[in-house]
């Protein structure tokens, strides 16, 4: 008899969890907090990404956080809270690509404002944030290392290259890969996991040609698979410049068609699937035209009948 109820507990858990894991949403939302690269100190690169049906973000670099908070707030699907509420309560870690002020101004900003809450980065990058931003002579010190007093806020999370790691609390995971920003400064490409639907956001980079490396030929090696079999749902990826703009002043960035020899080595790898994946442009560098000048080069050289998509400050995205 004793046996019997084992039997059925067992049986009856085994079916609870997977109902749980159904109910639990694929694919992720998506609420850009800022989009450019540089200038606009009110606009700089910042992505909350969340499970599908989740409020607990991580926030894909922080350059603007504040203004893409007020922009956001009391709106679905942020509807009871206000900027500081989001940025306390729903957003639970940040993960930084690199260090330059577009990518990490508006965490340092507004860390007065704060909760407790992890950093994840490359031990690179964790060495700019505790030398040169979280310091008591640029700010003060909100981390657990580094210049003392330490407040510690923020701990740490250093990143090892292709390790996923779950982060706690949001049902995703995360993989970091190592990307080449005016070699041999390291920037990186954060590869999010909810169950089995992936997105990928890369910092900025150059191209492998114009950086002499091989970082994103290792990337599109690694992510190939994905795109072949339609789990990575989406693409993050920045052009700064448009195609006047000569490699030698590029800093380790992308134009128009720095983009799509890249996407089409990605594309021939992945048996020409890349069509399912959503291409977002990202880091788009304020001038005059620019936009519009990438817009059209981009179109223009879309030889593969790419979805191509350009995010927008406070625009949330739904991708399934
Ligand atoms: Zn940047
Ligand atoms: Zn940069």
């Avoid at 704060?114 to 964790?126: E, N």
């Avoid at 980079?205 to 990575?232: C, F, H, I, M, Y």
């Avoid at 992945?270 to 990202?282: E, M």
Wanted: hydrophobic letters at 40%; one cysteine or more; proline letters at 5%.
């Amino acid at each position: 008899m004793m046996k019997k109820i084992y039997i059925f507990f067992l049986l009856f858990s085994l079916l609870y969890q997977h109902l749980e894991a159904q109910n639990q949403s694929k694919g992720f939302s998506i609420t850009p907090l800022g989009v450019k690269g540089g200038l606009d100190e009110a606009n700089l690169s910042a992505y909350l990404v969340a499970a599908k049906g989740s409020s607990n973000y991580i926030c894909l670099d922080a350059g603007t956080l504040n203004a893409g908070l007020q922009k956001i707030a009391y709106k679905a699907p942020f509807d009871q809270l206000s900027a500081e509420e989001i940025q306390k309560k729903q957003i639970k870690a940040y993960c930084i690509t690199h260090g330059h002020l577009d990518h990490l101004a508006g965490l340092i900003m507004n860390a007065p404002n704060d909760v407790s809450k992890p950093i994840y980065a490359f031990p690179s990058v964790i060495e700019v944030l505790k030398d040169h931003y979280f310091t008591w002579k640029s700010w003060a010190n909100f981390a657990n290392e580094g210049e003392q007093p330490i407040l510690n806020k923020y701990t740490y999370q250093p990143l090892t290259p292709q390790k996923e790691i779950e982060v706690p609390g949001t049902g995703l995971f995360l993989t970091a890969f190592s990307l080449s920003h005016v070699a041999p400064y390291e920037s990186t490409a954060f590869l999010v996991r909810n169950q089995q639907d992936y997105l990928l956001y890369l910092g900025d980079t150059g191209a492998d040609t114009v950086e002499k490396t091989n970082q994103l030929a290792q990337l599109w090696e690694r992510v190939a698979p994905l795109v072949e079999s339609k789990q990575l749902t989406s693409l993050f990826i920045e052009v700064s410049f448009d195609n006047s703009v000569p490699n030698k002043a590029l800093f380790g960035h992308l134009t128009p068609m720095l983009l799509m020899q890249e996407l089409n080595k990605l594309n021939k790898l992945s048996n020409g699937q890349l069509k399912s994946t959503r291409i977002y442009i990202t880091h788009i560098k304020p001038c005059n035209n620019c936009t519009q000048n990438i817009q059209q080069q981009i179109e223009a050289a879309n030889n593969l009948g790419l979805t191509i998509l350009y995010p927008e400050q406070g625009k949330t995205m739904v991708i399934d």
